[in-house]
């Protein structure tokens, strides 16, 4: 047995002091002082908070997005995840056009299985819907994936209005959750030739053809979708006051609307793609960083608790040989940044240690919520006698600068370089076994799949 003692748990009704033990994996005690046996082996949680391990669930791992593969597989991706602090991955299967989800969900686990030093689970992103597709969807609930994605942007990926009301109609009795990434993929390619005509090659042209209207408008017609199929439906990576407004009209007309958005619109902002020369590449994500009013709005939503999740989105590509494929042509260059390895710290550093945010908070935005939302609560996202002993213990005393240097993401930048971090892990355990100490992995490989 393992006994956390001397902590403060953030625990599901409250935080306060209390001792913690765990043992094959699961948590078996949680009281305010455990005794330890001869046997037993102890950490000592002086002055840490104890949270439940984080869940980030939106991950690009081992993704081919057609012109190149991301960073970060699941080896890479899961150990960085650790370091941080993040205990479990809900990753993006993604079915090829032609293909079946079956195929995809196989070769999800093929990449993933026996690599991560994280807990993972899959979404399922369709993007061809047919009646084959259509027949899956429950063989996919067999095998554990209770959420699915949809795209309204990306020529290869997105789905039209009657396809995803059709989606949203089946997954109805799965109880399955939809999310999806909400942009006007005509208007993108609209807006981005008019960019290229213009003259406009480099990575200003990104931000300029994907305004905030056209996340918005894609987020109002989804919700239209939405009640005419009387369902649900999860926005992946939220990024503008706009997009927000119309979050707040549906859900003023009593509709469920779930809400994620992603450390990198509530840090950054879109001055990023004005640094010099080609710098701008790194901060080439869809949708792309917002104006200063756009951010400060989403914090002020997400302290408000408008938002339910903060995941990453991470989708990892190196500087030098990968985002350079767009040098002449920002089109060409790869959607996507690093972050799994630091949205912890970001978000505690931002919102905890600056009074902004409780520790009770951040964790219902990291590991709760999500766990609720994509079916594995109360096994996974809270400390509770009973549940999975995924646990990262945080040193809220830690300071220290994020680098590319010294990150395990494997990637040549970070686009939270210099980035002056206030709290760090001590220790992260999945499914009990230490996986992470001080920042660093302990080589242990102990994720598994999370069957939901
Ligand atoms: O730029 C991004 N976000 N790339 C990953 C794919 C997506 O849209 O989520
Ligand atoms: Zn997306
Ligand atoms: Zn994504």
Same mark, same amino acid.
């Given at each position: 047995m393992t006994i956390i003692k001397n902590g403060t748990l953030v625990l599901p009704d409250g935080v306060r002091r209390g001792e913690l033990a765990f043992e094959n994996g699961v948590i078996t005690k949680i009281a305010p002082v455990l005794e330890a046996g001869a046997q037993d082996q102890v950490f000592d949680a002086q002055g840490c908070l104890v949270f439940p391990g984080f869940i980030d669930g939106h991950t690009h791992l081992d993704m081919d997005s057609g012109t190149t593969v991301t960073a970060d597989d699941f080896a890479s991706g899961s150990c960085a995840a650790v370091c941080g602090g993040t205990t479990t991955l809900v990753d993006f299967a993604t079915q090829d056009k032609g293909h079946t989800l079956c195929e995809a969900l196989d070769a999800w686990h093929q990449k993933a299985d026996g690599k991560c030093a994280c807990n993972y689970a899959f979404h399922m992103a369709v993007t061809d819907w047919n009646e084959r597709t259509c027949a899956e969807l429950p063989i996919m609930k067999e095998r554990g994936v209770t959420s699915f994605k949809a795209y309204y942007a990306y020529d290869n990926l997105r789905l039209d209005d009657a396809q995803m009301y059709q989606l949203l109609c089946a997954l109805q009795p799965l109880h399955g959750v939809l999310g999806v990434h909400c942009e006007n993929g005509t208007l993108v390619n609209e807006l981005q030739q008019e960019q290229l005509a213009r003259g406009v090659t480099g990575p200003a042209g990104h931000p300029a053809s994907r305004p905030p209207v056209v996340e918005a408008e894609a987020i109002r017609r989804l919700c239209a979708v939405a009640k005419l199929a009387d369902s649900t439906v999860h926005i992946v990576h939220l990024s503008s006051a706009e997009g927000l407004e119309e979050v707040r009209r549906a859900r003023r007309a009593g509709q469920t609307v779930w809400a994620e958005t992603c450390p990198q619109y509530l840090v950054l902002d879109d001055s990023r793609y004005a640094l010099e020369g080609f710098e701008g590449a790194k901060y080439i994500m869809s949708p792309p960083l917002r104006s200063e009013?756009?951010?400060?709005?989403?914090?002020?939503?997400?302290?408000?608790?408008?938002?339910?999740?903060?995941?990453?989105?991470?989708?990892?590509?190196?500087?030098?040989?990968?985002?350079?494929?767009?040098?002449?042509? &920002?089109?060409?260059? #790869?959607?996507?940044?690093?972050?799994? /390895?630091?949205?912890? *710290?970001? %978000?505690?550093?931002?919102?905890? @240690?600056?009074?902004?945010?409780?520790?009770?908070?951040?964790?219902?935005?990291?590991?709760?919520?999500?766990?609720?939302? &994509?079916?594995?609560? #109360?096994?996974?996202?809270?400390?509770? /006698?009973?549940?999975? *002993?995924? %646990?990262?213990?945080?040193?809220? @005393?830690?300071?220290?600068?994020?680098?590319?240097?010294?990150?395990?993401?494997?990637?040549?930048?970070?686009?939270?370089?210099?980035?002056?971090?206030?709290?760090?892990?001590?220790?992260?355990?999945?499914?009990?076994?230490l996986a992470a100490k001080d920042g660093e992995p302990t080589g242990v490989c102990a994720g598994r799949y999370v069957k939901r």
């Open positions: 009013a756009d951010r400060q709005t989403l914090r002020q939503a997400v302290k408000n608790g408008e938002i339910d999740t903060i995941s990453t989105d991470h989708c990892s590509y190196r500087f030098d040989t990968q985002k350079v494929l767009g040098k002449d042509d &920002f089109t060409k260059i #790869p959607n996507g940044a690093p972050g799994i /390895e630091h949205r912890p *710290a970001l %978000i505690y550093t931002s919102f905890v @240690a600056t009074d902004e945010m409780t520790a009770a908070e951040m964790c219902r935005l990291l590991a709760e919520n999500p766990a609720k939302l &994509f079916g594995m609560w #109360p096994r996974k996202g809270c400390l509770a /006698e009973g549940s999975d *002993a995924d %646990i990262t213990v945080w040193d809220p @005393a830690a300071r220290w600068t994020i680098r590319a240097a010294t990150q395990h993401q494997n990637v040549d930048y970070t686009p939270y370089e210099g980035f002056e971090a206030i709290g760090r892990p001590r220790a992260v355990y999945v499914g009990g076994e």
